[in-house]
């Protein structure tokens, strides 16, 4: 019984020859095409990168996926307009009906709503209520700019909301005219 088991591990010349022949050719391969790629990098066959187009594709692909803004703290606030503060904020639930939000321009979705009161709306839209965050997720609106938002929307739906204006500027004031005082000698001296 031993000799028919060498008989079969013994190999033939023939899968010998084969087996070294695939055993070096895979090497051999990866060898020349590293060989290849280093000499085609010494020839001259790498990328143009000097040219106008390939730096501004580089500037292109490198650049940063949000750019931030510095603000002045010292600028003043300027506040936005209902439609500005529905785009920016509130269109991703209310132009969809997202999580039962009530959708822009749908009468149906807000005739119970609308008879709560503009005031009771707008109280909701700042605290906020059920799924919708309080200020519909940006901190940074104003109570005017939410209240504007939701004269905006209100409206769309058939109510009749007037927006509020903002408060009186100090600026405004300040830069009004004031008459000049009479010079304090002048009303003490009585008229001869």
Same mark, same amino acid.
């Given at each position: !019984?031993? %000799?028919?088991?060498? #008989? !079969?591990?013994?190999?033939?010349?023939?899968? @010998?020859?084969?087996?070294?022949?695939?055993? +070096?050719?895979?090497? +051999?391969?990866?060898? /020349?095409?590293?060989?290849?790629?280093?000499?085609?990098?010494?020839?001259?066959?790498?990328?143009?990168?000097?040219?106008?187009?390939?730096?501004?594709?580089? +500037? #292109?692909?490198?650049?940063?996926?949000?750019?931030?803004? $510095?603000?002045? *703290?010292?600028?003043?606030? @300027?506040?936005?307009?209902?439609?500005?503060? &529905?785009?920016? @904020? =509130?269109?991703? =639930?209310? %132009?969809?009906?997202?999580?039962?939000?009530? #959708? /822009?321009?749908?009468?149906?979705?807000? *005739?119970?709503?609308?008879?709560?009161? &503009?005031?009771? +709306?707008?109280?909701?839209?700042?605290?906020?209520?059920?799924?919708?965050?309080?200020?519909?997720?940006?901190? %940074?609106?104003?109570?005017?700019? !939410?209240?504007?938002? @939701?004269? &905006?929307? *209100?409206?769309?739906?058939?109510?009749? &909301?007037?927006?509020?204006?903002?408060?009186?500027?100090?600026?405004?004031?300040? $830069?009004?005219?004031?008459?000049?005082?009479?010079?304090?000698?002048?009303?003490?001296?009585?008229?001869?």
């Amino acid at each position: !019984m031993a %000799d028919s088991h060498a #008989k !079969m591990t013994q190999a033939t010349p023939q899968e @010998v020859i084969i087996s070294v022949i695939a055993g +070096l050719l895979a090497p +051999l391969l990866a060898i /020349f095409l590293i060989v290849m790629l280093v000499l085609g990098i010494q020839e001259g066959h790498q990328p143009d990168t000097t040219s106008e187009a390939a730096e501004k594709a580089t +500037l #292109k692909r490198i650049q940063p996926v949000a750019k931030l803004a $510095a603000l002045d *703290a010292n600028a003043p606030r @300027v506040e936005k307009s209902g439609q500005e503060v &529905y785009v920016a @904020v =509130c269109a991703s =639930c209310h %132009d969809s009906g997202a999580l039962g939000a009530p #959708k /822009f321009d749908a009468r149906g979705d807000w *005739a119970g709503r609308l008879g709560q009161g &503009y005031d009771t +709306l707008v109280k909701h839209a700042i605290e906020g209520l059920r799924q919708m965050p309080a200020r519909g997720g940006d901190s %940074d609106l104003s109570d005017i700019e !939410m209240a504007r938002a @939701v004269a &905006y929307l *209100a409206n769309s739906a058939g109510a009749n &909301y007037k927006a509020p204006e903002p408060p009186a500027a100090p600026a405004a004031a300040a $830069a009004a005219p004031v008459a000049p005082a009479a010079p304090a000698a002048a009303a003490a001296d009585p008229k001869p």
